[in-house]
């Protein structure tokens, strides 16, 4: 029977590692781990405090281990491992992994949809990307990551109107975005950019 972590304990952790006191941090995992050592929600947080650190090896060794208790079926573990390939370059082998998320969220995921879009851009597949794009906009229109992206992606195919339109819905439902790994203000100093580049396209025109 898995062990029941306390809402304190993961709160103590997330703080830690807020703070970078990685290592603190890994000792309160760990206690964790001596009585579980299979604890699914353990692993992650060592996953992720390795990966904060910089240590992929030992972050990959920990999702690799709790993809195989689960048969690579898991969405999230297999998007987790995306990221840490991509983070040693292997783009060919990260991206098997997404599309096997992909393909298990039956593509109604938006992150992973966002994600895979990613990969096809770079592979130069801009009309695919556009596609997941959108599509993940459609399932969460809300992720300011997704907004940005598709601003981004009108801009460079040069597809101005619809990228106008975009930074308008941004402004309009700006205090209603979601975000994960950045503050809103990123986007805000991201989005005046573009419309400074996008002013000056139409200038350039005339």
Known sequence: MPTYIPDSL??????????????????????????????????????????????IGKATKAIDFLNARKNNTDPLGLYIKW????????????????????ELTKAENHEILRCYGL?????????????????AFHINN?????????IELYILEHKYKQAKDMIKY??????????????LDFYDKKISLFEKFITTQYMFKK
Not at 27 to 50: C, G, H, S, W
Not at 142 to 150: C, M
Not at 178 to 183: E, S, V
């Open 10 to 55: 993961i709160n103590e952790i997330e703080e830690l590692k807020e703070l970078w006191k990685f290592d603190e941090a890994i000792k309160k995992v760990n206690t964790i781990l001596f009585r579980d050592p299979n604890n699914e929600d353990a692993l992650l947080q060592v996953t992720d405090i390795q990966y904060r650190k910089g240590e």
């Open 83 to 102: 990221v840490l390939e991509m983070e040693k370059n292997h783009r060919m082998e990260a991206k098997k992994y997404l599309q096997q998320a992909l």
């Open 119 to 135: 990969c096809e851009y770079r592979y130069g597949n801009r009309e695919k990307w556009l596609n997941f794009i959108k599509d």
């Open 142 to 150: 809300t992720d300011a990551e997704v907004i940005y992206n598709l």
């Open 170 to 183: 941004f402004y309009k439902h700006r205090e209603k975005l979601q975000t994960i790994d950045k503050a």
